[in-house]
């Protein structure tokens, strides 16, 4: 017998008893969706934290920090900087230039910020317009800015190797670096001192900022604060880009950022002003290293630990979140599992019915001269048809309830008002309601239904139809022709 025959068969037999396979259907159609459901809401999740984490952060990128306890290990070629087991490793240039040789590492930088200093940046005629105080500045490895995910709107990117003039600080700007500068000849408690980003004048226009950074000449002024025996140096600072505004790193957006080399210069300058001959200005309080791909994440940190420092990415939060969400998943899908094993019974029961009914039918195909295996591969057919024929009607209503579920803020509202209409008080917090439920993450999107998860669906119904149907087929070939026969 072809197996194309054995599949209209097993269509014909289940056609004769329409209620009894329609009812068992039933049972794997709500398996499935609920199955499908239930995964969709942790994809959706998911993807919902991975949007939030990106917006907050690089999830590439890895945050690294002076570790307690010193190593001497060596890993790819790097080894730790610490001198000895009793000491913490220490972040450096060596430190750095290691964290740059491991595999799947795409940059390293410290990000060396210029709070310490004291100082101002002018602009203007005589020095009208200042930026008091430098705690904008940044010092960063240009080579690292780019691969970093850094871009320019105009501009170049900063080299080591170029020089600038001599007492010329080359720099890149922000988009509003211009707002941080305030009128020194207007009082502190004038409106007219101050500008910043969003400020409109009378007729709604945009006011500008006091100066263009791109144009105006700017100059960077330590000083040692000592107002008895003031000493002051200054640099100008030559803009050669303006930075993109990105927020995950706030200071695109009016900060300044210097040459790491340069902002060394500046720290070692300031500390000859102030007379302080203990500061080390050869250590980081933190590194950024970028790496390729987030799955490869965890390993580099791992191997960065193991060196003797700290790290932190938004990767670690990530996990933990998804640890979240795959216990949710466990506990809604091992639920699901229940319906899909009564579903299992059922088509168990279905096929036993099916053979005590078909008793005499089975005893003529053996008097024929079928063979015992096609008469296993029928009933198997049969039981693999109502499986699939359940994971198609389970994918759809999975989809329907999907599509539901994304628009259910719209649905609810419209309930809401149709409600007030008929003069019932139905006020009431929709976010807060999905919120508390453990559906709404922020996103517009609760249920996510990727083709991948329809084909496994459809595939694992499939398979729980078949292996329902073992134990019944094995039932049906092991049937005396004979008594077969005799069976009314």
Known sequence: MKISDQVALAAKNLSRRKGRTALTVIGVVVGTCAVIVMISLGIAQNKAYDEMLQSWGDLTQIQVYGGGGGMSVSIGGVVSSSSSPDEPAVLNDEAVAGFKKLDHVVAATPYYEGYSLNGRISAGRSDRYQMTGLYNLYGIDPAAMEPMGFTLTDGNWMSDSTSYGKGKIPVLVGPYTGYNFEDTRRSMNSSKRYRWYGMTDALGNPVEPFVDVSKDKM??????????????????????????????????????????????????EYNK????????????????????????????????????????????????????????????????????????????????????????????????????????????????????????????????????????????????????????????????????????????????????????????????????????????????????????
């Open 219 to 268: 100059t960077l002024t330590l000083s040692n604060g000592d107002t008895e025996n003031p000493k002051e140096e200054s640099w100008e600072l030559v803009v050669v880009g303006t930075m993109a505004l990105d927020e995950k790193n706030y200071w695109t957006q009016s900060g300044i950022v210097l040459r790491l080399k340069d902002m060394k210069m500046l720290m070692e």
């Open 273 to 488: 002003l102030i007379k302080n001959n203990s500061a080390d200005t050869t250590q980081y309080n933190q590194v950024y290293v970028k790496v390729d791909e987030i799955d490869n994440v965890d390993a580099v940190s791992e191997e960065i630990k193991e060196l003797g420092f700290g790290t932190y990415s938004m990767s670690d939060t990530r996990e933990e979140m998804q640890k979240q969400v795959a216990r949710n998943q466990l506990m809604l899908g091992g639920l699901a599992a229940i319906s899909l094993f009564v579903a299992a019974l059922n088509i168990a029961n279905t096929m036993t019915m099916a053979i005590y009914e078909r008793t005499r039918e089975i005893g003529v195909m053996k008097v024929l001269g079928c063979e015992l295996r096609n008469i296993r591969r029928m009933f198997l057919i049969e039981s693999g048809f109502i499986g699939f024929i359940g994971g198609v009607a389970g994918a759809l209503l999975s989809w329907l309830v999907s599509l539901v579920l994304n628009n259910l803020t719209i649905i609810l509202s419209l309930a809401m008002m149709l409600l007030q209409s008929m003069g019932i008080d139905a006020n009431f917090d929709i976010y807060s309601l999905l919120g508390s439920s453990g559906m709404y993450t922020g996103s517009t999107v609760i249920s996510t239904i990727p083709p991948w998860l329809i084909a496994a669906a459809l595939a694992f119904a499939t398979v729980i139809g078949v292996l329902s149907g073992i134990a019944p087929a094995n039932r049906a070939v092991k049937i005396s022709a004979l008594e077969a026969i005799r069976h009314e």
